[in-house]
């Protein structure tokens, strides 16, 4: 009777480890959930630059809604089908989802295209929500709002009178398969992926010229409008680019020399070309001095220093650099100065710093000039600490070639 009692006991017992064992190979970490009403809305915030059929034509019906799992960032799973994607127009009022923390991207395709025809793509996301076990957790609306880049393009009247045949590539510099080609009418905008853009102008003149142009548009950002404008002077064919945005105006010149070998495919993005071999036509020349010698002077004093330029090919780059112990670098930047810049081509935080007469040093605009005077004479007098003070110029030609000369002060 002992045995047979012990012997019970101990199946007893194995069938209760058995069972545990089965019950913990079997467990599902997705046996609780909850409930998600989505009765939230999909607001789109529109840019300003947005016309007023586009604005009509935005259907958040189709915008695709994915919920995912905010500890994996993976689409999370609804429990009555394999993955949590809908399309706003047809997704159900109550969505069941295992218990955890999510949250939904609203979006108005499925990814966004590198580069596509008035396609502008939307998205936004919700905070991170919690499903509770046996619970309804509601939601506020979602704001989407432009996430790609608009671009146009137009063509000034004197472009259109210098060239017989023109068109214009926008291209991913990261990718230049993505790029779309603006014909002569340009009556569609293109949407591109917020990076970095290569655009270039393709042309022919009456004389059966062909012209290759390119500019790097930097400082992308979702949402922007950039309107690329197209115009050419008569004179040495300067192509100014003019890149108007949302956020401010950048202006980009492209020269071409009227003697730059055609390139045979016009889907080719050309590299920029190399500087060329310093040039005897460009002259550097000091008013009064010789400006290869240093010239002196008391601190305080005010030095009449004027330096005379002349470019037969017409100026394209003013560089100067500053090397002093007095204005040194950390100087200069108080001023929002760098060490070295270029007059030919101001920045807008320059153009604050200097005011619209370069300091004094310039008078107007520089690029495209062929000849120029740059005068220092107004810094002479600030420079109020003994030493040597290195005014370091170079001028690069619509042709590539440069000089460069350098401006020594020495005041004791």
């Not at 200069?332 to 370069?358: H, R, V």
Request: net charge negative; proline share 5%; aromatic share 8%.
């Amino acid at each position: 009777m002992k045995r047979f009692t012990r012997v019970f006991i101990f199946l007893i017992a194995l069938f209760v480890v058995l069972s545990c064992k089965k019950e913990h190979v079997e467990f599902d970490p997705h046996t609780e959930s909850g409930s998600l009403r989505l009765n939230m809305g999909i607001n789109v915030l529109l840019t300003q630059n947005t016309s007023p059929s586009s604005r009509a034509a935005i259907d958040t019906k189709n915008f695709i809604v994915t919920i995912y799992d905010n500890k994996t960032g993976t689409i999370a799973q609804d429990v009555n089908k394999s993955d949590a994607v809908y399309e706003y127009g047809n997704m159900p009022e109550i969505i069941a989802l295992y218990t955890g923390e999510y949250y939904i991207v609203a979006s108005s395709l499925k990814e966004m295209p590198a580069a596509a025809w008035e396609t502008p793509y939307y998205q936004g996301t919700s905070e991170i929500f919690t499903i509770k076990k046996a619970s309804v957790t509601q939601l506020a609306d979602i704001t989407c709002t432009q996430q790609n880049v608009r671009v146009t393009v137009s063509y000034t009247e004197t472009l259109k009178r210098e060239l017989i045949s023109y068109h214009a590539v926008i291209a991913l510099s990261s990718n230049e398969d993505a790029h779309l080609d603006f014909d002569k009418n340009a009556n569609l905008a293109g949407y591109f992926k917020p990076e970095k853009l290569v655009a270039v102008l393709n042309g022919e003149r009456p004389d059966g010229e062909i012209i290759r142009a390119r500019v790097d548009l930097d400082s992308i950002k979702p949402g922007q409008h950039q309107n690329i404008e197209f115009d050419v002077t008569f004179s040495a064919l300067q192509l100014n680019i003019h890149v108007n945005t949302d956020v401010d105006v950048i202006n980009k010149d492209i020269i071409v020399p009227p003697d730059e070998d055609p390139i045979e495919d016009p889907d080719t993005i050309p590299v920029d070309p190399t500087p060329g071999p310093p040039s005897e036509s460009i002259s550097i020349v000091g008013r009064g001095f010789d400006i290869d010698n240093a010239i002196e002077f008391a601190v305080g004093e005010t030095q009449n220093v004027v330096v005379d330029i002349d470019v037969p090919q017409q100026i394209y780059n003013l560089w100067v650099e500053i090397e002093s112990e007095f204005l040194t670098e950390e100087e200069l930047g108080t001023l929002g100065i760098p060490k070295k810049f270029n007059l030919g081509d101001l920045t807008p935080a320059l153009k604050t710093a200097f005011g619209p007469e370069g300091l004094g040093l310039i008078d107007g605009e520089v690029r495209g000039k062929t000849s120029l005077v740059f005068n220092i004479t107004d810094f002479t007098s600030l420079l109020l600490q003994a030493g040597t003070h290195k005014f370091i110029i170079t001028v690069d030609d619509y042709d590539g070639a440069s000089l460069t000369k350098t401006l020594t002060l020495i005041n004791y």
